[in-house]
């Protein structure tokens, strides 16, 4: 793997996307070998949608503190970050290309999770708990589709899967270590512009089930408060159709298509608002969800 990251590239297939990868870092090669052991590897030399290094910095700086740099099609989308946080950029650069160039699907800043081919949708701000709420539950028997990007088929209303590691900060990490002590965590950067980060493996049931697409059934937007019991309210649909819309990347783009879209995504979904601070109550309230619709559809 260090020989491909170091030649021709890695070329994994992600799900809707492949992505080739060169980096001369030990440490983003360590990474990927433990982050990205379970993805299909194919053809370096075949088309792929990205085409991504995690380079050195350039210029005299680099002899005495040494920065890091991602580069796609050529190009750095944006300015170097210091030479410890290589393995960051490369996840954070991954999802700039996401969310600014895959323009065939309706793209949310959303985790997206999934059990029984039913999907929960939990758009939210950064400091919401989004990604701890996604990792708490994918440790407890739900899929991972993604846990920051919501690709939504405007031609099917279908959740698209794009199964990566889940991001992780802060204090998340130590929660996430202790909730689920076999998950698979890669190495922590500190003192980046988010604090510390580190990354959770995806399940390899998930990575394996990269193509199989979900059905939206619940929006939840999530909101960790420490020491709080965990309560819900129903949205409205005009205010969780807003709340959606402020976290979606590209549903101008689309125009009418993409406005229905997310009316649509609305209009299918029971709609929530959620506080919590543990996570053995939000699987115990979302297996419960699950059990609701298996109800309905036994009585339908």
């Known amino acids: 793997m260090a020989e491909r990251l170091n030649g021709e590239g890695l070329a994994l297939d992600m799900g809707p996307v492949t992505v080739r990868i060169r980096s001369p870092f030990r440490r983003v090669q360590d990474g990927i070998e433990l982050l990205y052991a379970d993805y299909p590897v194919v053809d370096a030399t075949d088309f792929c949608d990205y085409d991504c290094e995690v380079a050195g910095g350039r210029g005299l700086r680099r002899w005495w503190r040494p920065q890091t740099l991602f580069v796609t099609d050529g190009r750095p989308p944006f300015k170097p970050l210091p030479g410890g946080q290589s393995l960051a950029i490369l996840e954070w650069g991954l999802n700039w290309c996401v969310s600014g160039q895959l323009q065939r699907y309706l793209v949310i800043h959303a985790a997206v999770i999934a059990r029984d081919g039913l999907a929960a949708v ?4 950064p400091g919401s708990g989004k990604s701890t709420l996604c990792a708490g539950l994918v440790c407890r028997g739900w899929r991972l589709l993604s846990d920051e990007l919501c690709l939504v088929d405007l031609a099917t209303g279908e959740l698209v899967p794009m199964p990566r590691p889940v991001s992780l900060k802060n204090a998340s990490i130590e929660v996430i270590r202790a909730f689920a002590p076999e998950a698979v965590l890669g190495p922590v950067t500190h003192d980046t512009l988010k604090g510390s980060v580190g990354h959770m493996r995806a399940p390899r049931d998930s990575v394996l089930r990269a193509k199989e697409r979900a059905r939206l059934a619940w929006v939840v937007f999530p909101q960790y408060q420490a020491g709080a019991s965990l309560s819900t309210a129903a949205l409205p649909p005009g205010e969780a ?6 976290n979606a990347f590209n549903f101008h783009v689309h125009g009418a298509v993409g406005f229905n879209g997310l009316a649509d995504m609305i209009e299918k979904a029971d709609c929530l ?27 339908a």
Request: charged share 20%; no cysteine; proline share 8%.
């Open 273 to 299: 608002r959620l506080s919590y601070s543990r996570l053995p109550d939000a699987v115990e309230f979302f297996d419960g969800l699950l059990l609701a619709r298996g109800a309905e559809h036994g009585a």
């Open 122 to 125: 939990f758009p939210a701000p």
């Open 241 to 246: 159709l807003i709340h959606l819309a402020d």
